[in-house]
């Protein structure tokens, strides 16, 4: 069984950068692709960035490309998600997520094909 554990969300303004980790335990990380995905309040659960098992391929939802950057460290079992010139619709629930079916160099965007899910950690831009 994989644990996945997220932390450095916090509150921050408009503007500003955050980098959030997502610590994996329990399994063999460089064998799953990994996603983040973000929740606002009210909304559907929503793909922001994947990353392939060997970090060559990454994708984005559009309304993240240019400020965000999905990111891995398979040595330390750990993904990150770089967050600039954050703004107030950014603010959500972030998790991230695993993906032990990946097929080599790809990342799916489909919440369905991930197998293992964190807690998450909020994320709060103020304007």
């Known amino acids: 069984q994989v644990q996945l554990v997220e932390s450095g969300g916090g509150l921050v303004q408009a503007g500003g950068s955050l980098r959030l980790s997502c610590a994996a335990s329990?399994?063999?990380?460089?064998?799953?692709?990994m996603g983040w995905f973000r929740q606002a309040p009210g909304k559907e659960r929503e793909f922001v960035a994947g990353?392939?098992?060997?970090?060559?391929?990454?994708n984005y939802v559009a309304s993240v490309k240019g400020r965000f950057s999905i990111s891995r460290d398979n040595a330390k079992n750990t993904v990150y998600l770089e967050m600039n010139s954050l703004k107030p619709e950014d603010t959500a629930v972030y998790c991230c997520?695993?993906?032990?079916?990946?097929?080599?160099?790809?990342?799916?965007?489909?919440?369905?094909?991930?197998?293992?899910w964190g807690q998450g950690t909020q994320v709060t831009v103020s304007s």
């Open positions: 329990g399994g063999t990380f460089s064998s799953y692709a």
């Open positions: 990353i392939s098992r060997g970090g060559g391929s990454t």
């Open positions: 997520a695993a993906d032990r079916n990946a097929a080599f160099g790809s990342a799916i965007s489909n919440a369905r094909a991930y197998d293992y």
